[in-house]
């Protein structure tokens, strides 16, 4: 006998999920605001991948860049902002 999931487990696992992660874009579609406000702090930076998502009705872009001997994580708004940057010795 199969047994359903109540359905307020249902609604919080469906707004939970998107929170979890971003979704997985091509370092191509990273608009070139959002990459120019990256190699505006990082001049030499490669974006090695790039992710969607959105907080607070805002949309962002997690990136994973490298820049001389640092792997990069930079948060970047949609209108360019950057809010976050974390770094570690590659």
Known sequence: MKKALPSSLLCVLAFA???LAGDDIAVSAVP????????????????????????????????RALYRDLLLEIDVTSDGRVTEVESKKD
């Open 32 to 63: 070139k605001n959002v990459a120019a406000a990256v190699q505006s702090y990082f001049p030499s930076a490669k974006i090695i991948s790039a992710k969607t998502d959105t907080k607070k009705d805002l949309r962002y872009y997690e990136l």
């Open 17 to 19: 999920a998107p929170a």
